[in-house]
């Protein structure tokens, strides 16, 4: 970074830390900090997605589309996080894999399973072998969102759920007394109600999914976690600029992190909240 | 960053490589990233050490492409096998039970000694102790069948610090990786014993991938006929190089 780092082992003191907090090594650590902030982004659209999907399967006149989203949330909730992380995106992957073999290299008629070996042709793989690095990390970042989005998308279903149920059967029943469709009581009178209850429910889910975003880890994405066991780990003098174990600063550094993440939200959702209160009649 | 035009480009880079076929022989290197001086992830954020130097010469003898990935120690057997990656290069002794699920190439690191390292002057039971060891290494079955009460980690780092802080009474690693340790801790630690456990170090393969276990045989065959791998050995490591 700076001119004077050629030579790591001959600085001390100040000159030394600004040379080795501005290391490649650690500008990965810092941009995976973004990585964090950018999951959660990414995956709020499709956890409401899968929650509202999971809602309104819940609530159809039809039965076996209720069965379909009784069975989701319960399922889905009663299995360990840590099983469906690990699980999903490798059922995913091989999935994928297997249709793209399946098409793409007809002519093979072996197995795909040989033995413990999972093998599909060249031109199967997801993403192909001599991809970029970062396409590789893209599509773990993606299998890792559709993960977090189910298993997320079931919690928020049973609030969503729940909330919808909580808005007073009289305000239902006034939009029908004036005329209203079911399709405009919905989008009118149901779902703009259906927030205030939602939000508690789903601003703790929101908390939860900040908490969870270290098992990326799991999944191969270089999150915060790795780096900082990575980088705070004790250095030989094999390294550039060795150390004795400094797992300590660099985990503190991540609490404060998790804990602005989670003052931040608080304020959005009191926010969020005094919107939905606007002009109804629940008490505060 | 902006993660919507990433994810964008990544859906396009996808949709590409789907209608493209695959162009070139491409390997992709498996390896732990944080075994110094085997394998480390290095100050400019990339994979180092003797198994990177050794293994980009490998590519070059056998005229591969080769690209490297890290992946941590615990999975890097089941991902080889479900193909994340070709090979796995990351100090890995031949044992007759990993050698059941995946191939190995000829060794490129002789067998070579472990050893029990503590707190200088202590006096430490080996078999009734308590040992760190990592999970899944031919130390830590080691342990558990000295009759020691075994402790493990899913870093080598982490075994270290469990002896620095009491957690532990020892560490059983192997010797070239805890030598450099040993000798920077300014009389901390002290070896207390060597054993000789396990065979030598060779790459992981799929079993169903003979062809690249032959290119690869060939190329680490030519490195010790010609004595660039031992001068690999010997820059790498620094007290007792492991010799062919």
Redesign the interface.
Known sequence: MFDWCVD?KSLEGASWLACYLT???H??FY?SF?TVI?LL??TVPPILLFGFAGAFAKRAAFAPIRWIGSLYTTMVRGVPDIVFFLFVP?AL??GI?YL?HKTLCREQTGSVW???????C??A?????????W??D??G??LAVIAYAIVFGAFAANIIDGALKAVPKGQIEAGQTIGMSPRQILWRIHLPQMWVYALPGLSNLWMILIKATPLLFLL?VEDVVYWA??LG??K???????HP?W?VWYFGVLLIFYLFLTWVSQIGFDRLTARATRGMAVAR | ?N?LK??G??IM??AI??T?????H???MGTE??Y??YN??????EVD?FEREMGDELCVRAQL?C?W?T??WDSIIP?L???NY?TIIAGMSVTSERDE??DFTNEYIPASPSYYVALAGEEIDLTGGVIAAQTATIQANHIAASGATLVEFA?P??T??AV?NGEADAVLADGDYLA??VA?SNGELAIVEQVAIGGGVALGI???DGELKAKLNAAIDSMKADGTLNAMLAKWFTENPPQW
């Open positions: 790591p290391t490649p090594k500008a990965n941009i973004f950018g982004l990414v490798i992957d091989q894999e793209r040989q033995g413990n070996d999972f093998v599909v060249a031109a793989k997801m993403p192909l072998g001599p991809s970029e690095q396409v590789h893209m599509y970042f993606a191969g066991r990575e780990g004790m030989t003098q094999a390294f550039a600029y060795p174990d797992r | 960053m993660f990433l994810a480009a990544a880079g996808v490589a789907g493209a076929m695959a162009a070139g491409s390997v992709r990233g944080a110094p001086p480390f992830i290095n100050d400019a954020g050490g492409e690209t990935v992946n941590d991902n096998v479900s193909g070709d699920v995946i870093t780092d982490e270290i610090a620095r450099p340790i920077e799929r079993e169903s």
